[in-house]
Structure formats: structure tokens, C-alpha cells
């Protein structure tokens, strides 16, 4: 089935250390986002990218890092440079056709300790 | 920059009654879309709807209904006939316009719960 899968879903680490989550999709999406969601907030964007090879920072994007090497991956890495690393995290994607809205993953949660 | 706001962060209503969720936004575009997505336990974000700035005509989906006061800057989401499944956050959304790739901006979000 076509879709956007994340992993893990849960994730545990231990305080200072790097973190990758995995995001792919299988839709032949041009355009993926990453996004944070902490408890009574909404949504906050982190990277985008819309071709291959090329990213975009969002809204919050220090103390995260992005690679777009493939179409259908869009890996974003957790640094120790991120304050408050523990929330939820989304990644999404859509076409890049004028109008379209955003498909989403389920998610993986980032508990760090 | 753009911004979205949701009031209400609950809202209650009783299974089979109608509940319309707010939502205003500010942004000097005249391009752009509007989304609600819903946010069940599983936390899967479904999109609900959709809503073109350049189209007068207020988008419906089934039970879901919006009403686009484009002037206002308001973008209400109206749920007829609640279900129990309909229980979830939900999230009014906006994206500018033409064609880039630009994230959502999302509002906090409204917890809606169906009372049976």
C-alpha cells in the first residue's frame, strides 16, 4: 500500500547523544516536511525539502539537521545542540502540484532522558 | 508571518448535535489554502477539509462543512449529526499560495469531545 511510514515509533535516548528518525514514502511525493508537536501546541515545522538534494530550514529548525539523498527519504537527525528534544514528531509529504494538501505519517514518539 | 488561532481548546457536544470549531488566521496574501485536520488517539493526521481562497463557495465533505469569511479571516468548521468517532483534536491549517513547496502553519488545536 502506498504511504508514509516512520520508525520507530517509540525512541529512547540518552541526553547528549545524536538521534536519527526515519521517514519514507512511497507515493512519488516531490515535497517532505518534518514537523514537532509538543503537548497543547499545534504543529511546528523544522525542515522541508522540495527536490532531492535540496532542504529547507522552517520555523524551529536549530538543533536538527535533514538530508534528502533519495526521493521517497527524508531522515531527520536529532543533535545534542536540541535543547528539548523530547515531543512527537511528523513527517508528511505531498505532491508538488498547486493546491494539494499534505499526507502524513504516524509519528515517533522522541523521549529523551 | 502567518498565523493561525484556534479559541476554543475543548469543545463538548452531544452525539447527533451539530458543533462548529473556530478558527481565525492572519496573513497579507491573497493565495492560499486552508485545511482542518483531525487528530484522533492514534494520533494520524487525517485531513477533514480543504478550502481554496479564490473559491467563494464554502467547501463541504459529507457531515463537514466549512464557512469561509474571507475578509474576516475566518475559517469555522461545522460537524452535523456528531458521532463517537468523530472525538479527536482537530487543527485548522494554512498554507500560502503559488507554487512552492512552504509547510503548514498550524493553529493549537481544539479537543472535541462527543458526549454519547
Known amino acids: 500500500d502506498g504511504g508514509i511510514t516512520q520508525s520507530p515509533k517509540y525512541l529512547f535516548r540518552k541526553e547528549g547523544q545524536n538521534v536519527t528518525l526515519s521517514c519514507e514514502q512511497n507515493?512519488?511525493?516531490?515535497?517532505m516536511y518534518w514537523y514537532r508537536q509538543d503537548p497543547g501546541q499545534g504543529l511546528r515545522l523544522i525542515y522541508y525539502?522540495?527536490?532531492?538534494?535540496?532542504?529547507q530550514k522552517g520555523d524551529i529548525a536549530e538543533g536538527y539537521s535533514v538530508s534528502r539523498e533519495k526521493k521517497e527519504s527524508f531522515p531527520l537527525t536529532v543533535t545534542s545542540a536540541q535543547k528539548n528534544p523530547t515531543a512527537f514528531y511528523l513527517c508528511?509529504?505531498?505532491?508538488?502540484?498547486?493546491?494539494?494538501?499534505?499526507?502524513f505519517g504516524q509519528g515517533t514518539r522522541l523521549t529523551v532522558v | 508571518a502567518q498565523t493561525v488561532t484556534q479559541s476554543q481548546p475543548e469543545m463538548s457536544v452531544q452525539e447527533a448535535e451539530t458543533v462548529t470549531l473556530s478558527c481565525t488566521y492572519d496573513?497579507?496574501?491573497?493565495?492560499?489554502?486552508l485545511f482542518w485536520y483531525k487528530q484522533p488517539p492514534s494520533r494520524q493526521m487525517i485531513l477533514v477539509i480543504r478550502?481554496?481562497?479564490?473559491?467563494?463557495q464554502n467547501a463541504t465533505e459529507n457531515r463537514f462543512s466549512v464557512n469561509f469569511q474571507k475578509a474576516a479571516k475566518s475559517f469555522s468548521l461545522k460537524i452535523s449529526d456528531s458521532q463517537l468517532g468523530d472525538a479527536a483534536m482537530y487543527f485548522c491549517?494554512?498554507?500560502?499560495?503559488?507554487?512552492?513547496?512552504?509547510?503548514?502553519?498550524f493553529g493549537k488545536g481544539t479537543h472535541l469531545i462527543i458526549q454519547p
Open positions: 491549517a494554512y498554507r500560502r499560495g503559488g507554487g512552492g513547496a512552504d509547510g503548514l502553519t
Open positions: 496573513t497579507s496574501e491573497s493565495d492560499y489554502y
Open positions: 507515493l512519488n511525493h516531490d515535497a
Open positions: 508528511a509529504s505531498r505532491p508538488d502540484r498547486v493546491g494539494t494538501e499534505a499526507f
Open positions: 525539502s522540495q527536490i532531492v538534494n535540496d532542504f
Open positions: 478550502q481554496e481562497a479564490y473559491k467563494q
